[in-house]
């Protein structure tokens, strides 16, 4: 569900404007003065929509639009040519995901929800609150980069541009320019496509230059940090159970899960997937070091069939399990950390032969998805974390970067990882949503260009043109609606 805070803070707000703004609208004494000031300044207001339009920018765009004439031409005929291949592509893709929400559905499987590649995002549900200023910054910067694109395009066909803008409507801020409508119907369907794909086009040259920059900052950020020795812990959460003495700190360096090596941020959450799906490894103990650690205790099954038996409530005992030649099930209370510090990890008895020296393989007996993990952050001392490993994933932020120099702040190539992660994914959602043919959208325009210029010699008749244009938009803005509607379902009231 939407948190109710939320939802009171973003109607509460639109209704103080709105509220106000129908005030100063109805007052005899202010409303002339009122209405000036929002035309000065280009801005409207309608209730969850605001924008601002201005032509300060005109001249720019002019001097963009005229700049290496046939560079641009060739340009935006390849964004010609993506942006009709986007509107197919963005059809089998949203019936794609349609189909996979559908079998989520039926299936209540909600692991498939992270197969999808199309998902609605909802602030405040399924975007973390501290991650806003990413989200919406990059949906503005994709949206301008987008009408840049429009605006360019239309000045190089000769098409007169009145000016650009920006609005906000609920809570996502985006762009527009505002073209003259006689000028786009007086060019031909194929200039009309070099204009209405150039939005498309650019939203997919920014998710690739992001794409190129996350894939090259280690390189970019040589000089000033460098990688490979481990990750780094940039913050660990007051309610972490990595949170404590024997923990780990701001500026620890994590090298090894269990015998997993960590180099990068990839690394430890796929040891931590790994030892999450495996089941819980052994540590070697020789059989002298085991009966000098154990102590009597009784042995008693948990609700969820695991056995323990610790029943002296330390902190630092755990019930391990192992076995011999006569006994395939037997148990002792063992201090872990003298257990594990510089044993061998292992899986079977087999795994602890070695010079002879009888040994066993000891198994921490613990209940279901929790897991005893070392982790290794020189030159601490190993820290045990007793627990689900995820919690771990969700409550320690790392980084792959480490800081050549103590100035350097450590947060900033995490800064720039994810915003290009954020710019990737929302500048090429809006790739495919603006290529879907439904109304109001850059795929209606794009798609009746393209039966214009493909269809006029086969279809004469322009009414029937318009037809076939109408059921494929209808069938398109259907196709849309319902991702959106299932997807926000799913997200809001499951």
């Known amino acids: 569900m939407i948190p109710i805070p939320v939802v009171v803070c973003v ?36 209730p969850f929509h605001m924008r601002w339009q201005t032509a300060l920018f005109n001249h720019q765009f002019y001097n963009w639009g005229r700049w290496k004439p046939r560079f641009l031409y060739l340009w935006f005929s390849m964004g010609m040519v993506f942006g009709i291949v986007a509107m197919f592509g963005s059809v089998i893709l949203l019936g794609k ?63 007169r541009f009145n000016g650009f803008g920006i609005f906000i409507f609920i809570v996502y801020p985006g762009a527009f320019v505002d073209l003259f409508t006689t000028h786009l119907q007086l060019i ?28 090259l900052l280690p ?48 690394d430890w959450n796929s040891c931590l997937g790994d030892i999450s ?3 819980q490894i052994g540590y070697c103990i020789n059989t002298a070091t ?26 630092t005992d755990i019930c391990f399990s192992y076995s011999n030649s006569l006994d395939s099930h037997l148990y002792a209370c063992l201090p872990a950390r003298k257990v594990i ?9 087999m795994d602890c032969q070695k010079d002879f020296v009888p040994s066993f393989c000891v198994t921490p007996s613990l209940e279901n998805q929790t897991r005893l993990i070392r982790v290794k952050h020189p030159p601490h001392i190993d820290m045990l974390f007793v627990g689900h490993p995820m919690h771990l994933q969700y409550t320690v932020s790392l980084s ?39 109304f109001a959208l850059d795929g209606q325009w794009i798609l009746n260009s393209f039966l214009e210029a493909t269809l006029s010699s086969l279809i004469v008749e322009k009414q029937k043109r318009e037809l076939v244009g109408f059921l494929i938009l209808l069938s398109g803005s259907t196709l849309l609606a319902a991702n959106v509607a299932l997807g926000l379902w799913m997200v809001t009231a499951r």
């Open 11 to 46: 109607l509460g707000g639109w209704c103080a404007v709105y509220l106000a703004d129908t005030l100063l609208k109805s007052s005899s004494s202010l409303k002339a003065s009122y209405e000036d000031w929002l035309l000065t300044y280009g801005l409207s207001i309608s």
């Open 97 to 159: 995901t349609l189909m996979q929400t559908l079998t989520q559905m039926l299936t209540e499987a909600p692991k498939a929800q992270n197969d999808r590649m199309l998902q609605v995002v909802v602030p405040g549900v399924n975007l973390p609150v501290s991650q806003l200023t990413y989200f919406f910054s990059a949906i503005l910067i994709s949206g301008v980069i987008h009408e840049v694109g429009h605006g360019v395009a239309a000045i190089r066909e000769q098409v």
């Open 188 to 215: 031909s369907p194929v200039q009309q496509l070099r204009i209405f794909c150039a939005g498309v086009w650019h939203n997919f040259v920014l998710g690739v230059a992001s794409f190129m920059v996350l894939f």
């Open 219 to 266: 390189a970019i950020l040589f000089p000033f940090y460098y990688t490979g020795v481990g990750a780094l812990v940039t913050e660990v959460t007051e309610d972490s159970p990595a949170n404590g003495p024997r923990g780990l700190f701001v500026g620890d360096i994590v090298t090894n899960l269990q015998d997993c090596p960590i180099y990068t941020v990839e």
């Open 277 to 279: 799906q495996k089941s």
């Open 290 to 315: 085991l009966q000098q650690l154990s102590f009597p205790a009784r042995v008693y099954r948990r609700l969820d069939g695991t056995v323990e038996c610790c029943s002296n409530n330390s902190l």
């Open 341 to 349: 510090e510089a044993s061998k990890v292992c899986r079977t008895n």
């Open 400 to 438: 792959s970067f480490v800081p050549r120099h103590n100035f350097l702040s450590i947060d900033l190539p995490v800064v720039i990882e994810t915003f290009c992660k954020y710019l990737i994914s929302l500048s090429g959602a809006l790739a495919v949503i603006n290529a879907v043919p439904c």
